[in-house]
């Protein structure tokens, strides 16, 4: 029987598609310019007995299918990350024999927010961790779970600098200054912990794979090895990845087909603010958002991200509206800000910041047909407050109430939230979870509510259990076209 053999195959950057030559454009993901050589380890096939081709080694066990009924499975408890935001966007905690992969860009806290998750597990912290780490002090080691903090990008000496401004760490979080995918294998069979932090995918390599730590083989090879060792062992396993100037996790795509949930660490840098966000989750919503805040101390959890969006907004000031919008099971009040003034050029110009551009030229021109508010020959500008990105459909509505009161010069009340939909024939639909926004609008103190007609019939008629508009002290006025704006405004 044959041994391993080494080849040479080109990898597409982007997809991780395999091709014996390289091409220009990859036929899968239809990259341009993604191919790049890299040695690839393969198994030589062997012929059995009747002739035909048989791929593996001699002396595997053989693999049994096993019927459903045969197969056990229970909740498993989650690991409270000491976060409740960071527990929220995971699904409600960390699942034990769990592959996660978290990318954001360079120094954005990556590091600090996994090495402040691996403090509150190994000091057995449960709550919010809504003060410095040192304020719980008695909790460590009290109910702690086995931590280990792997590293290749930084020595010993530098991680205890860093650990130094978030606070006591208990004894239970251990750390390893180490690049071997191999060695850091065998450690883990060995002291069998119960969550494990490799930081970063990019700086680990492999023996058997000939080429540099961070090529598409070795991220690869190593992704795959840490997954069966998360499986097999059980242990919750995090990997720090870099991502590309797009900001996507660098490396081949199928990095993040591997891990069971892919989640992006966002900035808004000119706000001062964090934003978690789930893109892949095979254990929870991918619609989930988590709100951080950088201090001294390390990453604070933003308990009420609405407050902190609106917070310094004009009061009485034209072409400023309140809206809301869900991220999972969460409502965000934001602010939208329109301005509109005549154009210097034969062109008027549109510009659309935190959202959606042709969208944006979509509802002036449905503004300008069917409400007859001509704004073909002005420059328009819409900024969605906070450096939020908006992409859902239920801020139309305040979109268009925002320009209405800057070319009216009309001031919007600052105690008015306004969202829905609006569709081409200037109809106002529905949203989904009208209920939760005006609870949300309520809980804020705003007392007038701007919404779809029929999102007012559903909640008068009480088909929203546990819902009474009546005891929130928020007045809600419905509307079926953008025409009425106008009356209302």
């Not at 080691?141 to 530098?158: A, F, N, P, T």
């Not at 902190?308 to 004009?314: H, I, S, V």
């Not at 935190?354 to 328009?380: K, Q, T």
Request: charged share 25%; with cysteine.
């Amino acid at each position: 029987m044959a041994g391993k053999g080494k080849d040479e195959l080109f990898f597409c950057g982007n997809c991780g598609y395999e091709s014996k030559k390289w091409m220009g454009q990859c036929p899968s993901c239809k990259a341009w310019g993604a191919f790049s050589e890299a040695p690839v380890m393969r198994t030589v096939s062997v012929k059995g007995r009747s002739g035909n081709v048989i791929s593996g080694v001699r002396g595997l066990e053989m693999i049994r299918p096993v019927p459903i009924k045969d197969i056990s499975a229970s909740e498993e408890e989650r690991i409270p990350t000491g976060f409740d935001e960071f527990s929220r966007v995971l699904g409600g905690g960390i699942v034990p024999g769990s592959l996660v992969l978290i990318g954001g860009d360079p120094g954005i806290g990556k590091s600090t927010l996994l090495l402040q998750t691996a403090a509150n597990v190994a000091g057995g912290i449960t709550g919010e961790q809504d003060t410095a780490f040192a304020e719980n002090k008695g909790a460590a080691g009290e109910g702690g779970r086995q931590v280990i903090y792997i590293s290749g990008e930084e020595s010993l000496k530098q991680i205890k600098l860093r650990a130094d401004r978030i606070g006591d760490i208990s004894d239970n979080l251990r750390f390893v200054s180490e690049t071997n995918i191999d060695k850091i294998i065998a450690l883990l069979e060995k002291e069998r912990p119960e969550l494990c932090i490799i930081d970063s995918i990019q700086t680990m390599y492999t023996e058997d794979a000939q080429s540099v730590p961070g090529s598409i083989t070795q991220v690869r090879e190593c992704a795959q090895r840490m997954m069966m060792c998360a499986k097999s062992l059980g242990i919750a396993t995090f990997l720090v990845g870099h991502v590309t100037k797009e900001g996507t996790v660098a490396g081949p795509r199928v990095l993040e087909h591997i891990v069971d949930t892919v989640i992006y660490f966002e900035s808004g840098e000119q706000f001062g603010y964090r934003i978690l966000r789930s893109a892949k989750n095979r254990f929870g919503s991918t619609n989930e958002v988590g709100v951080f805040e950088m201090s001294e101390e390390g990453l604070k959890a933003v308990k009420n991200p609405s407050e902190y969006l609106l917070e310094g907004r004009p009061v009485n000031a034209t072409g400023a509206v309140v809206t809301c919008l869900m991220e999972g099971s969460r409502a965000l009040l934001l602010e939208v800000q329109g301005l509109v003034s005549e154009s210097q050029y034969n062109l008027a110009r549109r510009q659309a910041n935190g959202m959606d551009y042709n969208r944006l030229s979509m509802l002036m021109a449905v503004l300008s047909r069917r409400a007859g508010l001509d704004l073909n020959a002005l420059d328009a500008y819409v900024n969605i407050a906070g450096g939020m990105k908006v992409t859902q459909p239920s801020v139309d509505l305040a979109v268009i109430a925002a320009l209405i009161s800057a070319a009216k010069n009309l001031v919007i009340p600052g105690d008015t939230v306004i969202f829905g939909e609006v569709g081409l024939s200037g109809e106002v639909r529905a949203v989904p979870q009208a209920a939760e926004r005006v609870k949300e609008a309520a809980k804020l103190g705003f007392k007038r509510v701007i919404m779809p007609q029929i999102n007012v019939h559903g909640l008068k008629k009480g088909r929203v259990q546990g819902f009474d508009m009546e005891s929130l002290g928020v007045e809600v006025v419905g509307v079926r076209f953008i025409s009425e704006l106008f009356g209302i405004l």
